[in-house]
């Protein structure tokens, strides 16, 4: 589907539309603001002063591309441009469109461009629904200034644009409106009498707003789509008042959008946020993130398989259990299966959250790496080679090995790092749970410093 508009006329204001047809339009459509006196949020990119409204503003636009979640104004950023600037506006939607529509619109406003000196400003919703060659196809006229670009995604543009074309455009993130941006939103829409409800006498009382504003989570369309649909389904008492308690507003959205992407940064963020609060030894911050992934459908195996990291990675000796723990955990998801791995992850979880902390295993490990890049010639000490290989023993080696369980305490000094970094230290352990008995050991039976 293609939409063009000019200065004069487009289709994000409805003056031109009849009265029936913008009626049948959802309240959210409606009041799409027309200027970014009327736009609510993003004060970060729209606010006065700021680079982007100054822009608009001027008419001085370049390639941009709009990335947040649904709801937050990327479409209705693209609707103020196409209401304040002097150039020829397309619209075009990812989902439904093909190489074919947009070389087309690309010829056009070449045409367009060296016959009027009009550049074409080519808005493409949910960009990244576009495969490689669909995008590498709007290049060459976004390098050339025929087109000037306004693409708007809900996936972060790094994953889901080419690199190329990312290059040439200006990134402007957009996040969930805040409550009370939302509010201010639902009182626009209750007052205005042309596009809103205001016609109506409607009594939105404050539990009723509340409960609309959570359950939005920032997402403007749906918060004025709940009025909506609380306002034409609440028969008015005897007064003629539509009233919308509590009561009407969670009939009107029961249920909060979960907020997640699997194949986004949502996916990344969120498990960030889990082993972050399972390392700071948070367990209900890291149940939240937990259950936050599988409402949403997150593959529990990756779930179980970063427990699994974090029980060596960030709880190590200090409980040498977690990572029998994490492994059951794994295992119980493999066997089981969701719903009821759902208890074994939250108990994983838990334990490692509420464990003892250690890193000292993974810094070693880190140390040893370096030492070990920087003498990648270190020969194995003669004593420590295989003799049991064909002329190996001829050869000298393990010669002068001195086998630990023939002394007391089966320990008994002896060098086992190449010559080279003979007497180097990698492994501390902390002071932290059972990580403390493997300190003490170390320092008394092989005479290393408390360091």
Request: hydrophobic share 40%; net charge negative.
């Amino acid at each position: 589907m293609v939409t063009s508009m000019s200065k004069d006329k487009d289709l994000f204001t409805y003056g031109h539309a009849g009265r029936d047809q913008r009626d049948s339009m959802p309240l959210a459509a409606r009041m799409r603001p027309r200027n970014l006196e009327e736009f609510a949020g993003q004060r970060h990119i729209v606010g006065p002063g700021s680079l982007l409204r100054r822009a608009i503003q001027a008419d001085r636009l370049g390639s941009l591309i709009f990335y947040g979640p649904p709801g937050t104004g990327k479409t209705t950023l693209a609707a103020v441009i196409a209401n304040q600037t002097k150039s020829h506006f397309e619209q075009i939607s990812a989902v439904t469109s093909g190489v074919g529509q947009v070389r087309e619109l690309l010829e056009q406003a070449r045409v367009r461009l060296e016959m009027y000196n009009n550049t074409t400003i080519l808005f493409i919703d949910e960009i990244h629904r576009f495969n490689r060659s669909q995008q590498d196809a709007l290049l060459p006229a976004v390098e050339a200034g025929t087109i000037l670009l306004i693409g708007a995604t809900t996936q972060n543009p790094y994953f889901g644009v080419n690199g190329a074309l990312l290059s040439r455009c200006r990134i402007f993130e957009l996040f969930p409106l805040a409550e009370k941006e939302i509010s201010q939103l639902l009182d626009a829409a209750l007052a205005d009498e042309d596009r809103g409800l205001g016609q109506l006498d409607i009594n939105l009382d404050p539990e009723g707003r509340q409960h609309i504003i959570e359950m939005a989570d920032g997402d403007a369309r749906t918060a004025l789509n709940a009025l909506e649909l609380a306002a034409l389904t609440t028969p008015p008492d005897s007064s003629g008042t539509i009233i919308i308690d509590k009561q009407v507003a969670e009939q009107s959205v029961q249920k909060k959008a979960v907020r997640y992407d699997k194949d986004g940064d949502n996916h990344y963020d969120v498990i960030s946020a889990f082993i972050k609060s399972i390392r700071g030894s948070d367990p209900d911050a890291a149940l939240f993130w937990l259950a936050r992934m599988l409402d949403a459908g997150e593959d529990p195996l990756f779930v179980a398989r970063r427990l699994f990291i974090s029980a060596s990675e960030d709880v190590g000796n200090a409980d040498p259990l977690a990572i029998l723990v994490a492994e059951a955990a794994f295992r119980s998801v493999e066997v089981l299966g969701l719903p009821e791995a759902r208890i074994a992850l939250a108990q994983a979880t838990t334990h490692l959250a509420c464990a003892p902390k250690s890193n000292a295993s993974y810094v070693a490990l880190d140390k040893a790496t370096q030492a070990a890049r920087r003498a990648l010639g270190a020969l194995v000490p003669n004593h420590l080679r295989d003799k049991h290989y064909p002329g190996a023993e001829k050869l000298g080696h393990g010669e002068g090995y001195v086998y630990p369980h023939d002394f007391p305490g089966n320990y008994t000094p002896q060098q086992y790092l190449p010559d080279k970094l003979a007497g180097q230290r990698y492994y501390h352990p902390g002071t932290n749970g059972y990580e403390q008995r493997l300190r003490k050991w170390l320092e008394k039976t092989k005479g290393l410093p408390d360091e």
